[in-house]
């Protein structure tokens, strides 16, 4: 079983036929709690904050698919951001990414800096943006890449190198790649998260989040942050969660074949002023996405040659199969406008700083058939 192939892991790693009855899929243990024999005599569960059979073989499986040798599932992916910073102490400082997702800027700077802990937002896909940042009280750097909404990409490689040096945890989200795509771990970072409601799940009928770790020490902290504060998911999202892998590698291929002819004809567009897509080789870090991707996925940000938040209204209002909602990653296309949905919690100012303009519109490429994706968004260009 050392030598499966990724698609061959997303289907099988973790997972056993169930022992009672042969199911081939691994039951929901709908259970709070696990019968002993005598006190402290039982089968490694005890009660269901702490253990869950149907989280383990999550776990197992998701700790596989990243190449690590431990994986942690949470009730969201903010939960499972929450977990690593609770690795922190006042005074504590972490370096992140300047364009992240909206949700965990919020966590970061209304939920612990007042506990104390004190952030940098530097342009990590900048090469050496950090080094001034850097001092001795720097614990963590939070890296998302490619980054939401603006497709940044931060080389991992090269960012562990400096964090190794300085002896600081480096952390990956890894959402919008998904463990198809992209392993952090293999190019040096310590930890990966995902928000596994996108790509992972990948039917938007789940909120989900996971870490995952190879350093033994590591994994026991984080496991006594999920068991005391409970922020863990419930067997039938494992459930979700386990079956959505199954079909990840189907999806990204999918997911990037669409994406690809999605991002060319927005490129060649007369209304459309600039595609942000890592594919493109004018893309500022395209050798670096060329290096530590395997492809390059479906998600991508626009400009209007029109700018403002009219005109982008305008076809956010026209699209049918493009549905207007925030989340990515699902089967079904989505369109976004950072500025009102998922970025709204960056204070305007600095939005505009970091380049989320008032007109900037983020699509989630599905995998519908391309012909009537290209139809819907020039419906959609064509109300502008
Ligand atoms: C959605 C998302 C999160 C947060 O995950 P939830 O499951 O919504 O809590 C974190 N990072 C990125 C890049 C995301 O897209």
Redesign the pocket.
Known sequence: MQTMKLATKLIHAGQEPDPSTGAIMTPIFQTSTYVQASPGQHKGYEYARSQNPTRTALEACLAEIENAAFGLSFG??????DAVLKLLSPGDEVIASED??G??YRLFTKVFEKFGIKFHFVPLHTPGALLPFINEKTKLVWA?TP??PLMNITDIAALSEVCKAHKILLCV?N??ASPWLQSPIDHGADLV??????YIGGHSDV???CLMMNDHELREKLYFIQKSSGAIPGPMDCFLILRGLKTLHVRMQAHCSNGKTVAHFLHNHPKVARVYWPGFEDHPNHAVAKKQMRDFGGMMSIELKKPGMEAAHNMLRSTRLFALAE???GVESLINHPATM?HASIPHEERLRIGISDGLIRLSVGIEDVEDLLADLEAGLNNV
């Not at 969201?76 to 951001?81: E, I, L, Q, R």
């Not at 998260?193 to 996108?198: L, P, R």
């Open positions: 969201s992916g903010v939960a499972a951001t992240m997702y949700g965990t998302e980054t939401n989200d959402t919008f998260m995902h928000s596994g409601t996108k909120v989900h989040g989340s990515l990653g998922t």
